[in-house]
């Protein structure tokens, strides 16, 4: 069975750019989360589908991130414009049921100069 | 907020026994999670506990919960140079997982 994956693995965009990351859950897996790691602080959650819905996006820090799940498969977590705060590492996790057995990607870095 | 707070380093000799341990706030948990991240590479989920038990045992991980206390812990049995890497604990609040800072296990030779 394939893990979560994740693209790209690194992106490095000047303050102002957009960006786009993209995450495929695990076969199966209907729960879809993004999380982050700014440097020195905890992974935090950022939002929730359950297939195409979001289910929770209350840890989305504002506007300017927008995330979707057409179709209920692979996600994209798009950034514009993106800040220098912005910079951190971006996971992605997927589960069968919610909350149980979270199963993470390798994560995407994103260094916005 | 939910908070879940773990010390951040820790330095072992390999074959010595490494305890990892993790404070949480939320006693409505249903489970509580141990992650590894080794250099370069994801989270990967190595082990949980449910929250009615107080000990899960799996080869040379062995999770102690304490509810009363709210306190988890690890401990890694002959630790060895690959178990360096840093160890997340997480709970969960309405599905989603509240992280500590992690630990830096460092194993010398």
């Known amino acids: 069975e394939a893990g979560v994956t994740q693209f790209p693995s690194h992106s490095v965009i000047e303050k102002g750019q957009t960006v786009t990351l993209r995450c495929d859950p695990i076969?199966?897996?209907?729960?879809l989360y993004w999380y982050r790691r700014v440097m020195g602080k905890e992974i935090k959650f950022l939002l929730h589908?359950?297939?195409?819905?979001?289910?929770?996006e209350s840890g989305m820090p504002n506007n300017r991130f927008l995330a979707e799940r057409t179709g209920g498969t692979y996600s994209t977590l798009k950034v514009q414009p993106a800040e220098l705060e912005d910079s951190g590492v971006y996971f992605c996790?997927?589960?069968?049921?919610?909350?149980?057995?979270?199963?993470f990607g390798p994560g995407t870095r994103l260094t916005v100069t | 907020g939910e908070d879940v707070e773990q010390s951040l380093f820790l330095s072992v000799r390999e074959g010595d026994s490494s305890v990892i341990n993790c404070t949480y706030t939320?006693?409505?948990?249903?489970?509580l999670y141990w992650y590894k991240q080794e250099p370069g590479a994801g989270l990967q989920l190595l082990t949980y506990?449910?929250?009615?038990?107080d000990m899960k045992q799996d080869q040379r991980l062995t999770v102690l919960l304490n509810k009363k206390d709210k306190h988890l812990s690890l401990r890694i049995a002959d630790t060895q140079t690959g178990d360096s890497a840093i160890y997340f604990c997480?709970?969960?609040?309405?599905?989603?997982?509240?992280f500590g800072k992690g630990t830096k296990l460092s194993v010398k030779p």
């Open positions: 996790a997927s589960s069968r049921d919610r909350g149980y057995e979270q199963y």
């Open positions: 076969s199966g897996h209907d729960n």
């Open positions: 589908f359950v297939k195409e819905s979001k289910q929770d």
């Open positions: 939320d006693s409505s948990s249903t489970y």
């Open positions: 506990i449910f929250s009615n038990m």
């Open positions: 997480a709970e969960v609040d309405q599905g989603n997982l509240i």
